[in-house]
């Protein structure tokens, strides 16, 4: 092993990690910035009734979002409803719940993926390096 290179690597890994979380912390930042500024714009055109207005060649303009989700304590009948009309290929699982569930399958199996689940499951492993203060 070339202990000049893997010091190296490890220098640059250690510079590029912490550009990196300097970098998101700017981006945390800067998207605070644009929540304020979205508040007030909203604010004030509609006080002013402006559904749009242009500025400096771009076309500002008021837009509504919808995130629809099951109101929680009716989620079955939600699914009961939805399955009923053949809407059942909307329902999906979480990622990280099933994660989290078939490794705990996997670990009360000796380690193994539970014959029942081969062919169902896929399993994708990266290898990364962490880094924390010593």
Known sequence: MDNNEIFELADRLKVFKDKKSSLEAEI?????????????????????ELQSFKRAGNLFYLMVSEYPSAVPERKDELYRALKAKG??????????????????MTEQNEGILPAWLEGLIQVYEKTSIGIRRA
């Open 28 to 48: 945390k930042a800067v998207n605070k910035e644009i929540e304020q500024v979205e508040v007030r714009m909203i604010e004030l055109m509609t006080e002013d």
């Open 87 to 104: 809407y059942d290929y909307l329902f999906t699982i979480n990622a990280r719940t099933l994660a989290a569930s078939i490794k705990e």
